[in-house]
């Protein structure tokens, strides 16, 4: 689904982008399969905030926050005024389990 204009979320809603899919190294170089779509190896995700509603105060805009696996929605992407895509996921406030003001840096993406 593309979205186009400009979203605002409402209440405590949270938006991110970013959201870190795919096969995962790490420093020590074990290879963790994407289990994206797939029964076996649940985790969390990190995603970056992108836009938060009102009455949301735990997260600010930039951080990024790992969620509780499979606490958030299915990709929609958003066309953004100079017409490129960003993808974006609605997650759960209540299922965010802690919050960077950095990219974690324990896993390297895309190998």
Same mark, same amino acid.
């Given at each position: 689904?593309?979205?186009? /204009? =400009?979203?605002?979320? @409402? *209440?405590? &809603?949270?938006?991110?982008?970013?959201?870190?899919?795919? %096969?995962?190294?790490?420093?020590?170089?074990?290879?963790?399969?994407?289990?994206? /779509? =797939?029964?076996?190896? @649940? *985790?969390? &995700?990190?995603?970056?905030?992108?836009?938060?509603?009102? %009455?949301?105060?735990?997260?600010?805009?930039?951080?990024?926050?790992?969620?509780?696996?499979?606490?958030?929605?299915? *990709?929609?992407?958003?066309?953004?005024?100079?017409?490129?895509?960003?993808?974006?996921?609605?997650?759960?406030?209540?299922?965010?389990?802690?919050?960077?003001?950095?990219?974690?840096?324990?896993?390297?993406?895309?190998?």
């Amino acid at each position: 689904m593309v979205v186009k /204009g =400009k979203l605002r979320p @409402i *209440k405590d &809603r949270v938006l991110v982008s970013d959201m870190l899919f795919g %096969e995962e190294i790490t420093r020590l170089g074990l290879v963790l399969l994407s289990d994206d /779509g =797939k029964t076996q190896g @649940i *985790k969390p &995700r990190w995603g970056r905030v992108w836009a938060v509603g009102p %009455e949301q105060h735990d997260v600010k805009v930039g951080e990024w926050i790992c969620v509780e696996h499979g606490r958030w929605t299915r *990709k929609f992407e958003l066309e953004q005024e100079d017409g490129s895509i960003l993808n974006l996921h609605g997650v759960d406030p209540k299922a965010v389990l802690m919050k960077s003001n950095e990219k974690p840096a324990d896993v390297m993406r895309g190998a």
